[in-house]
Every structure is written in C-alpha cells, then in structure tokens.
C-alpha cells in the first residue's frame, strides 16, 4: 500500500496526467497496415493504441508489429501493408493493462514500470485517453526535491540488538 501522504503529494499533479483521446495518436482495427504504418512513423512513437469504430480500446500496435509482417526469409515486402488489416497484427490488450480511475496511484505505478503509457477507459471500455511515464516521472522529480518542505522526515530509529 502506498503512504497516504506520498499518494496526496502525486495527486497534486492529476490534472497533468490524463492526455485526452482527440489528441492522443491512435489506428483503428479495419485500418491496413499501410495507415498504421504512416502514422507511426508520422508521429515517432513506438506503440500506438487501436479502437474500434466506436471508440472503443482494443489493444496496441507498434513498428515492429509491422516490420515483422514485412520481412520475408531473403527480402522486404510491402505487400502486407496493403493485404492486411491492424487487426491481424495487433497486440490485444490485457484487462489488467488498462485503468478506469486517473487517481488508481498504485495500480498506475505498477503498470508504468513495464509501460511508456497506460489507456484510460470508461466503464464501457471507451478510450478516453492515456497516462504517461513521462508526466508520472515529472510529479517524482518534484516529490523527491519538494517532500521535506511539507512534511518533516523525522528517521525511524531501530533498537540496536545486542547478540
């Protein structure tokens, strides 16, 4: 369980967390893999999320996803880009791979440890958006050089055992 205190001090920052669905760069599963692939190579990111039609989160697709299907035992083949759709490449993502509440701090940090960024979904499993390392790691710096000016750090001192 996280410290109460060292929760509050992160949540401080929670307006800065959630980057909103419209600007978050993302392929839909009926898109080719031509589409997936100029977006991704657009935007520089290594991982992108798919939705359906609806909105709704369904996994990730990434460059490597991609440039597997490309890549043919003595050549490269753009033929897949325009025979197959993201759906058949997709990575689908895990239940546990998602939130549903921005103020989850504990489950956030466990996923942000393997991950550069988690989806956000409703209740209904639309996409609202996406919480990134990048901001996570910015309210760090600013609890690590900050803490000591709210709270004061008073060591735990331990019996010394005598053998």
Do not use: C, W
Not at 29 to 53: C, E, S, W
Not at 68 to 94: F, G, I, N, T
Not at 111 to 130: A, E, K, M, R, S
């Amino acid at each position: 369980m996280i410290i109460p205190e060292l929760q509050q001090f992160l949540l401080k920052n929670r307006e800065h967390y959630l980057i909103p669905a419209d600007v978050v760069a993302n392929v839909s599963v009926d898109n080719r893999l031509g589409h997936a692939f100029l977006v991704l190579t657009k935007v520089r990111y290594a991982k992108i999320p798919v939705l359906d039609n609806d909105n709704h989160f369904f996994g990730f697709i990434s460059l490597a996803m991609i440039t597997d299907k490309m890549l043919a035992l003595d050549h490269v083949s753009l033929a897949p880009l325009d025979q197959l759709k993201v759906a058949d490449v997709m990575e689908k993502a895990a239940d546990e791979a998602v939130v549903d509440d921005i103020l989850d701090v504990e489950k956030i940090l466990h996923l942000l440890v393997d991950n550069p960024f988690i989806p956000v979904v409703d209740d209904d499993n639309i996409f609202q958006g996406i919480i990134t390392r990048r901001e996570y790691m910015k309210s760090f710096n600013e609890l690590v050089h900050n803490l000591n000016r709210e709270y004061d750090l008073v060591p735990v001192r331990h019996p010394v055992h005598h053998s």
